[in-house]
């Protein structure tokens, strides 16, 4: 069997968010290559942003991507506020911070239940499913729907996320709406959860480890999504404005994506990251859950990601039940005198100074950064995005070269099987990181 | 009757608008029911190439999106520009008006030769459309409306008056009537969103494109009123729609 020569060559990997391809060579036995193409049309957005009003910077970043518009438009915000020395209030922040949670709740449902679960199952779509299944199929719709209602309240929209802007919001949730998403958030954690645990902890998950750099945010009294400092496992923390000093970005030639390096290069960020980084921050359910699916920290595999993406689901509904029972204790006020929100659109903006910001917060594929400078004149001169795939393409292409040996002996279409997996259990975003990045700034 | 073969395809975007799809809630499950999804990438490892209605996402920005759009229309009966991006050139267009050099370098460096990238263009620059759902990202209830027009084989409705009839219906406060006004581009934009910015209280940003015939030396007059300044109204122009008059 070690003779053999083996090609894989999956075009448009399906069930990933943009388009990629594997490419695995082996003659006689031996790994020639491996690689992760990225083969999306480059997009720009740095550029894009460039002559830009700063006000605007939120609603264009939030196009970066469909599933995470949510994060980029608070990375954006964090940037700018970085930028400007705003610092916004608890409210808003609270509300920003249950944004965060419903995004992840979407986000990874949709990952589980639609992108991941039929690798599983023997199914090319969730579609059969929807006969199959049909309880399991309603419930990642469920917990979309109350992701969408959450975001729709607070936010206006999901993608693209409309009242959500710089210091505030344009449009504020009333306390009855917020009443009516507490009674929801609820029922999910209690209709939802257990049927969920007990489908994803009969998955059958491979076997396969590889102990990598875990990055992700990390906070003294959270399990860190909106704010905090960067923690590496391998090389400690660093605050978010010294990331050029830690994260190195490089054009691969097989990829319109750029890839990105760390100190001890490559590195993984996602929910496997947070998990095996800020285990101890859970919330007691989600601790329970990652019991239940059989989930034990550290984890070094990756096809675990899954897995502590549903522990997250968990942790985020219950963390939005508590951040909105302290709001409506405090009562939701009207702040727009003492702290007024800057629309991206407003007629009069505030004078600014020539200044640069930085803003990370955890997408949920990971870290995300955005920088931008801003010129005297209120105008963006060089934005700079900092997008969770492009991080983790590294580390993708390093697995497939520990994993490939290993399965060698195995027919080609379970090689081909295992290798999507893979790459999907990273749940790529990969029309995001094609936008890429630019790494010194023009003075 | 047999399903219609539908297809979902999706070129230089951000994706939004066919996760809009599957967010659509429990619709999704009569939508699967009521048609064939032969290829849908996104979310289906199926990859079929006998459809009959393609619904194509995001804007042209490659020579290979210029194949491979080509393509799906010499394969399907109908095609359906999805969102701002298929019908606009959406967003991307915003860096038509920079140095493309520049562009490809600021991002590439001296590898930008590596990577296939042209001006971006809407889907219909290149193609015939048959019908379009516009909007950044489309809106659930239009999409669910379309195909049942599609299924019942009427022709989709599009208004083709302004953003401000439908928030003058919600009688919401004119964003310009504001303590703090927002320049909005609601008077010239085509309507079916329900107005959904300016009824959270931010800007129109013209993401459905324009209406036939826009008034916009009056809309200019009224951002000139407001203390906008040309750059500025050239900015918010060009967020959607900087392709209009080129683009029909």
């Not at chain 1, 053999?4 to 060579?25: S, T």
């Not at chain 1, 705003?86 to 609270?94: G, L, N």
């Not at chain 2, 996402?57 to 520009?81: F, L, N, P, Q």
Request: charged share 25%; hydrophobic share 40%; aromatic share 8%.
């Amino acid at each position: 069997m070690s003779e053999k020569d083996i090609r894989v060559d999956v075009h448009h990997i399906a069930r990933v968010e943009g388009h990629g391809n594997i490419v695995v060579d082996v003659k006689n036995g031996e790994l020639k290559e491996v690689k992760l193409d990225v083969v999306e049309s480059p997009r720009f957005f740095e550029a894009m942003l460039v002559g830009r009003r700063f006000s605007e910077a939120v609603h264009i970043t939030s196009r970066i991507c469909g599933i995470c518009s949510v994060s980029h438009t608070n990375a954006s915000i964090k940037a700018i506020e970085d930028a400007l020395g705003i610092r916004p209030s608890w409210q808003t922040e609270t509300l920003r911070k249950i944004l965060t949670c419903a995004e992840m709740i979407d986000s990874h449902a949709l990952h589980g239940f639609f992108l991941a679960v039929p690798d599983f199952v023997g199914a090319p779509s969730v579609i059969p499913l929807a006969s199959s299944a049909p309880d399991v199929v309603k419930t990642a719709i469920r917990f979309k729907k109350l992701a969408h209602d959450i975001c729709d309240s607070i936010a206006g929209r999901h993608t693209h996320p409309i009242s959500l802007i710089v210091n505030g919001f344009t449009n504020l949730v009333t306390e009855e709406q917020m009443l009516d998403l507490l009674v929801k958030t609820k029922a999910a954690l209690e209709r939802d959860i257990p049927l969920t645990i007990e489908f994803f902890s009969k998955l059958k998950i491979p076997e396969f480890e590889r102990k990598t750099d875990y990055v992700c945010l990390t906070a003294p009294d959270e399990y860190a999504l909106y704010g905090g400092v960067v923690k590496s496992s391998e090389t400690g923390d660093y605050k978010p404005r010294d990331y050029k000093h830690k994260v190195a970005e490089r054009v691969v030639d097989h990829s319109s994506a750029k890839h990105a390096f760390g100190p001890i290069q490559p590195y993984m960020v996602g929910a496997l990251s947070r998990f095996n980084n800020n285990y101890s921050k859970l919330t007691s359910k989600a601790k329970e859950t990652a019991e239940e699916l059989g989930l034990t920290v550290p984890s070094y595999n990756p096809y675990h990601i899954t897995l502590a993406q549903i522990v997250e689901i968990v942790h985020c509904l219950e963390t939005a039940i508590n951040l909105t029972e302290e709001l409506l204790a405090r009562g939701i006020k009207d702040e727009r005198d003492e702290q007024p929100p800057i629309a991206g659109w407003a007629t009069k903006l505030p004078d600014v100074k020539k200044s640069w910001g930085v803003g990370v917060v955890e997408a949920p594929r990971g870290l995300l950064i955005h920088e931008y400078k801003i010129n005297g004149n209120g105008l963006i001169d060089s934005a700079n995005c900092i997008i969770p795939t492009a991080q983790n393409l590294a580390n993708i292409e390093v697995d497939m070269r520990k994993l490939v040996p290993g399965i060698l002996n195995r027919p080609k279409e379970e090689i081909t099987l295992l290798l999507e997996m893979l790459v999907r259990a990273y749940d790529p975003c990969i029309s995001c990181s094609t936008h890429l990045l630019k790494v010194d700034f023009v003075e | 009757m047999q399903k219609p073969k539908v297809a979902f395809f999706e070129f230089t975007c951000c994706e939004g608008c066919q996760l809009t799809v599957l967010s659509i809630g429990e619709k999704i499950l009569d939508l699967f029911g009521s048609v064939d999804v032969v290829n849908f990438r996104e979310a289906s490892s199926y990859k079929g190439q006998d459809y009959e209605i393609a619904f194509i996402e995001g804007s042209i920005a490659s020579s290979e999106d210029i194949r491979r759009v080509r393509e799906i229309r010499s394969k399907a009966k109908i095609c359906i520009a999805l969102g701002a991006c298929a019908h606009l050139g959406g967003v991307n267009v915003i860096r038509n008006f920079h140095n493309q050099a520049n562009v490809r370098k600021s991002v590439y460096g001296d590898k930008a030769w590596l990577f296939d990238s042209i001006l971006a263009q809407p889907i219909d620059a290149v193609i015939k459309v048959d019908y379009v759902i516009p909007e950044c990202p489309i809106d659930k209830k239009e999409f669910v409306r379309v195909v049942s027009s599609l299924l019942l084989g009427k022709k989709p409705f599009v208004p083709d008056y302004p953003v401000c009839t439908e928030c003058k219906m919600k009688t919401n406060v004119c964003l310009y009537h504001k303590k703090n006004p927002i320049a909005c581009m609601g008077p010239v934009t085509r309507a079916g969103c329900g107005a959904a910015c300016p009824s959270v209280g931010n800007a129109c940003e013209g993401c459905r494109g324009l209406i036939p015939d826009p008034n916009l030396g009056a809309l200019e007059e009224v951002f000139k009123e407001y203390g906008v300044s040309t750059e500025d109204i050239m900015r918010f122009y060009r967020m959607y729609n900087g392709l209009m008059g080129v683009h029909k």
